[in-house]
Structure formats: structure tokens, C-alpha cells
């Protein structure tokens, strides 16, 4: 599943080393180093398991002494932390531009779902994490901010659906809070499935999603 090779991070491993040559100590090849570091742990993470994944298994796959680890991340936390924060601040961000453009609930719920299906590409080991590791990493204090932000998102919803029910655009014998959380984990799950590159890119499958969403199945 993933898609970080145990040779690509030795490839990189050999590139950072001759980047060090070049300009050992640069904030430029520091941060170059970490966010690397980043990348390689990410895939780990949604291939093997947050708590599965080791500080060896991430230093292995960049081809790197674990010590060397160190350097750029405390512990594996802080790198999730890192993966996780990114996708919230992009995802949550989009949300709001959504809510707060003042279309009708209908346009507004299709701008939500987009955001949503946009991020399963950039943000898939994130989307991932989230699904296999949520309620360890929620035990933890420095990740509070993940259930604060559900719930935000999820106020989003909700309130935008029940204005849709009100404004006689969506079926009133819905609960909307039920109805948020369907939506959510269809899209979701998708992250397992959906293969970048393939018949239908992401902008496409929350096209079709939202094609199905509004107008079923079913003839008219």
C-alpha cells in the first residue's frame, strides 16, 4: 500500500548525504531533511499502523541511524503530530471558506464534499492515521485539538443541513447528525480504495458522489 520503497529512502538517505557535503547546518537542508523525514513516516504510518511503526522501522526505511532520528523529531508523536496538524489546518481552513461564502445549504453541503474528496490525494496517510489510530492518539493530551476540530466540522454540518431542511431543500425525516456522519465515513473510507492515477481523479469521484448524494440512484 505504500508508496515509499525501502530503496527510495536509502536514494534519499544518499542525496541528504550529498546535500550535507554541499551545505552542512543550512536551515534550507534542515528543513529539506525533516520534511522528508515526514513523508517516509506518513506512508508508514497508513501502511503499518501509527502503534505499530517504530522510530527503527522509519529510521530503516530513510536509511538513516535512529539516532540521526533524533535530530529533527523528539518521537514518533511529534512526526504525526506534524502530518496531522497539516491536514487539519488545510481541510478546516476550506471548510470555513465554504460555510462562510453564503450560498444555499445545497451548494454549501457540494463545497464541503469536494474539500473532503480534494484531500483524500495530498492528505491520504493523514485521512489513514485518523481512521486506524483515532481513539489511541485522542488519549493523548497534545492531540486534543483533533476531537475540538471534529466537532467543529461536524457543528458545520449539521447546522448547514438543518438550514437545507428548513429552507424545504433537503428531506425533513433526516436527522442531521446521522446524516453528517454517513456522508463523512463514505467519504472517508474512500482513502482505502482510491488510487491516485487511476479511470477517475479526486475532483471526479466527489463529482460522481455528489451526482449520487443529491439525485440517488434511482430514474426520475
Not at 453564503?102 to 474528496?117: H, N, Q, S
Not at 489511541?136 to 467543529?152: H, N, P, V
Amino acid at each position: 500500500m505504500t508508496t515509499t520503497s525501502a530503496n527510495s529512502g536509502r536514494a534519499g538517505a544518499r542525496a541528504e548525504g550529498g546535500a550535507r557535503r554541499r551545505g552542512k547546518g543550512s536551515p534550507a537542508l534542515a528543513s529539506e531533511r525533516r520534511e522528508h523525514l515526514v513523508r517516509l513516516a506518513a506512508e508508514l504510518f497508513a501502511e503499518k499502523g501509527f502503534q505499530a511503526t517504530t522510530v527503527r522501522n522509519i529510521a530503516d526505511e530513510a536509511g538513516i541511524l535512529s539516532g540521526s532520528l533524533y535530530h529533527h523529531f523528539d518521537s514518533k508523536e511529534s512526526i504525526v503530530d506534524e502530518i496531522l496538524t497539516g491536514f487539519f489546518d488545510e481541510t478546516m481552513a476550506a471548510y470555513r471558506a465554504e460555510v462562510e461564502a453564503g450560498r444555499d445549504p445545497r451548494e454549501t453541503i457540494a463545497g464541503l464534499v469536494r474539500v473532503a474528496f480534494n484531500g483524500l490525494e495530498p492528505h491520504r496517510a493523514a485521512i489513514t492515521v485518523m481512521q486506524n489510530d483515532w481513539n489511541y492518539l485522542q488519549g493523548m493530551d497534545r492531540f486534543a485539538y483533533l476531537t475540538k476540530s471534529e466537532d467543529e466540522v461536524e457543528k458545520m454540518w449539521v447546522e448547514t443541513i438543518a438550514a437545507g431542511q428548513e429552507q424545504g431543500l433537503f428531506r425533513e425525516d433526516m436527522d442531521p447528525r446521522l446524516t453528517y456522519r454517513m456522508i463523512r465515513d463514505t467519504i472517508w473510507v474512500a482513502v482505502r480504495w482510491f488510487k491516485p492515477g487511476g479511470r477517475l481523479d479526486a475532483q471526479s469521484l466527489g463529482e460522481h458522489y455528489i451526482k449520487v448524494m443529491f439525485d440517488g440512484i434511482n430514474t426520475h
